[in-house]
């Protein structure tokens, strides 16, 4: 017999709310790591559940070079994480648990940057996917194109007891951003994506202030804020792509001037 209880079961067959699904620029849908997390504790309490890092390393790191050959100091890093997932029952026995694993790359950060950020995302991204097994509660039917009705809707074990008097997502705020523990990626292609919409007043300003910068430290000091923004889903990949080239072009003439 299942040691879910007839709530817990009720409450995984539900649709996932809407509230908690965050939509990048190409308009596929995902929840957050802080959405899953904070649903876990809604689903099973505090300590009843457990991640388990069961294996991380990193992939690669290269640092980044300019069209002279010079190193810029700016580096790309790939993580690949292996995290289990375990629920417990309330008397704290285990009911399940699920492994899952995942990729992930931090691209033109600085060194430690470029680590933590693809460490992090790695860990958080195999975490999402290990909770996927518990349905569309944790995102199952969103990967169906972004499908919002439940993917389940039923199972055949269903414990005896109380049945659910509410849904524990009613209330749950508007998830707005990934956070700055997970680069975007969407749940069809893995690719990194935007999942909020960029502010046209700072992408105009910013592409002004790389243009005008004065020296490198000007550059480096802009090349972060970009990364901060794309990581934090406000700056899509051809907005960060077009920043990267002008970068990269005034980050030249820079350095000619300089020798």
């Keep these: 017999m299942t040691a879910f209880t007839r709530q817990q079961v009720e409450q995984l067959l539900r649709p996932v709310n809407k509230n908690r ?7 596929h849908s995902h929840v957050s790591q802080q959405d899953v997390t904070a649903h876990l504790i809604r689903m099973f ?19 980044r070079v300019d069209n002279k050959g010079v190193a810029t ?5 790939c993580y690949r994480a292996l995290l289990r997932l375990t629920i417990k029952d309330q008397a704290g026995k285990e009911i399940c648990h699920y492994e899952d694993g995942s990729t992930a790359t931090a691209q033109n ?4 940057d470029a680590h933590d950020l693809a460490y992090k995302s790695a860990l958080s991204l195999a975490k999402k996917r290990a ?38 997502q009613d209330g749950v705020p508007q ?4 956070g700055n523990d997970e680069v975007d990626r ?43 923004k794309r990581a934090a889903g406000q700056c899509d990949q051809a907005q960060y792509d077009r ?17």
């Design 131 to 168: 909770a996927i097994n518990l349905g569309d509660q944790f995102g199952l039917s969103l990967y169906n194109k972004g499908q919002l009705a439940a993917l389940v809707r039923g199972t055949l074990i269903l414990p005896e007891g109380e049945p659910s008097e509410g849904d524990v």
């Design 73 to 77: 100091g700016r580096w790309d890093c």
């Design 45 to 63: 309490g505090f300590g009843s559940f457990n991640t388990d890092v069961v294996s991380v390393e990193c992939v690669y790191e290269h640092e």
């Design 21 to 27: 699904v965050l939509r990048d620029g190409k308009g």
């Design 186 to 228: 969407d749940l069809n292609g893995d690719a990194p994506t935007a999942s909020a919409e960029t502010d046209p007043g700072w992408l105009a300003a910013i592409e002004s202030r790389i243009t005008r910068a004065t020296d490198l430290g000007d550059l480096e000091t802009l090349a972060n804020e970009v990364e901060n």
């Design 175 to 178: 998830q707005v951003s990934l």
């Design 109 to 112: 950060q600085t060194r430690g």
């Design 243 to 259: 920043l990267y080239a002008i970068g990269n072009r005034r980050h030249a003439e820079l350095a000619g001037a300089a020798a």
